[in-house]
């Protein structure tokens, strides 16, 4: 289809030559309510309603003769109680302005919709809004109900990934495929799993944990495989969803074993005497962010590439590389997207509860990726953010710069990555309607 087209275009171009998050990366932190909180950036004022039509259409989930848990707006119109040790702060708007209110630990209230770090909430006959990082749904079957095979945690690893993947194989044969991208720099497999048929007429890639201490996203990435896969997502459309969850393997292993080798601490003792970092190692190594040589995956795409300047050596994080493209992982990434010509990409990242939808200066492009993000708002209540002032030289830069594919990079959570198991529980809700949004979308664009 057209962009092959577009790539092998500049086929030369790249290989002379040859985008991290980007500055945007590494969202607001949050305190415990009840004590002091960190403020983060307003959210807006568009909240993802109970009503809106695209995700309305998906809540009756019916498999195995049963409803399974709802997908209508992020689970709105259902019970959810207060996640935390004292207290949560009820507000009168989607900031920390303004409190009108406490819902006490363990107390139940209706939600009513999503907004930014925010949910809206109606708790003693006030309606107001709370950090959606201490919340979570009344309903203990919440997780059990909704998957088959993913279990809920906070280190989903490599190893229970593989585990995983197996099983789903094993339990959807005829919705679910597997294949590999490719190999790390350690020697990792990175797998990809294929949701619907190979032949479908439309083509959706999902890449995440491209950083190593955003490995929530893989847990994220691996739950909706199992909850649509079980779920029969093909009723939305003849589309194929391509998922790797975890993109970086060996920098997801480094910070969830907080272990660095000989090189690594190398680099550790170097960013340290540079100032870059005062933590000591395990902590430090807790923070990866890139791959296992200390190049930011995410800093190694060729659209701004020569602008990423801070760091000129390995680092834990925003190290380009020597060239781009010169990571292995995104050597894979590159050449599974140019081959499999995606219609539609979508990055998962940690954290600000946010979506990034633009970069470059093709007009056409923009439009397009900023009309997918405005879909996938409506269904998870965050708010668009454009290209000024961050950083470029990502997946998502790239593929909407250079391929000219519709791409978002969504960053999920609120807190520092990697994120607390409890906010484990407003990212699943509000992104459970990201796989038959992103189907309607692409099939109104051709």
């Not at 403020?39 to 009503?51: D, E, H, I, L």
């Not at 990434?333 to 940690?350: A, K």
Request: charged share 20%; net charge neutral; aromatic share 10%.
């Amino acid at each position: 289809m057209k962009n092959r087209i577009v790539y092998f275009g500049l086929a030369a171009a790249l290989l002379f030559s040859l985008c991290g998050c980007a500055a945007q990366r590494g969202g607001p932190t949050s305190s415990a309510p009840g004590q002091a909180e960190t403020k983060p950036a307003a959210a807006g004022t568009a909240v993802s309603a109970q009503k809106d039509t695209t995700a309305a259409e998906t809540s009756a989930s019916v498999t195995e003769g049963k409803t399974t848990a709802s997908t209508a707006a992020g689970r709105t119109g259902e019970l959810w109680q207060a996640n935390c040790d004292d207290f949560i702060s009820l507000r009168k708007a989607a900031n920390h302005d303004g409190t009108i209110g406490k819902i006490p630990a363990g107390e139940t209230f209706t939600l009513e919709g999503w907004s930014g770090a925010f949910a809206k909430v109606t708790y003693g006959g006030k309606t107001g809004y709370v950090h959606s990082s201490y919340i979570k749904p009344a309903d203990s079957g919440y997780f059990a109900d909704a998957l088959s095979t993913v279990k809920l945690t906070d280190t989903y690893t490599y190893e229970q990934m593989h585990l995983d993947i197996d099983s789903l194989a094993r339990r959807y044969p005829a919705a679910l495929s597997l294949s590999s991208i490719g190999k790390s720099e350690q020697g990792r497999d990175i797998p990809v799993l294929k949701i619907g048929s190979e032949k479908a007429k439309y083509r959706v890639f999902i890449q995440a944990a491209i950083h190593g201490r955003e490995h929530t996203t893989a847990w994220l990435a691996m739950a909706l495989a199992d909850y649509w896969a079980k779920n029969d997502i093909a009723r939305y459309g003849d589309v194929c969803y391509h998922i790797v969850p975890m993109s970086n393997p060996d920098g997801v292993t480094i910070s969830q074993t907080k272990t660095l080798n000989d090189e690594q601490q190398a680099i550790y003792r170097r960013d340290k005497e540079k100032g870059y970092t005062s933590l000591g190692m395990a902590q430090y190594a807790a923070e990866w962010k890139a791959n296992a040589l200390g190049t930011d995956l995410n800093r190694n795409f060729p659209s701004g590439w020569e602008y990423v300047t801070a760091r000129n050596a390995p680092s834990t994080k925003n190290y380009r590389g020597t060239e781009p493209f010169s990571a292995a992982e995104a050597k894979c990434l590159r050449d599974y997207t140019v081959g499999n010509d995606f219609d539609v990409t979508i990055s998962l990242h940690t954290s600000g509860s946010l979506i990034y939808y633009e970069y470059g200066k093709d007009k056409t492009a923009n439009a397009r990726s900023k009309s997918l993000a405005e879909a996938v708002k409506k269904v998870t209540g965050y708010p668009l953010q454009g290209s000024s002032g961050v950083d470029g030289a990502g997946y998502k830069d790239w593929a909407v710069d250079v391929l000219k594919i519709p791409s978002l990079t969504i960053e999920v959570g609120c807190g520092d990555s990697p994120l607390a198991l409890r906010e484990l529980y407003s990212v699943f809700a509000r992104d459970l309607s990201l796989l038959p949004t992103i189907a309607r979308w692409v099939q109104t664009q051709n």
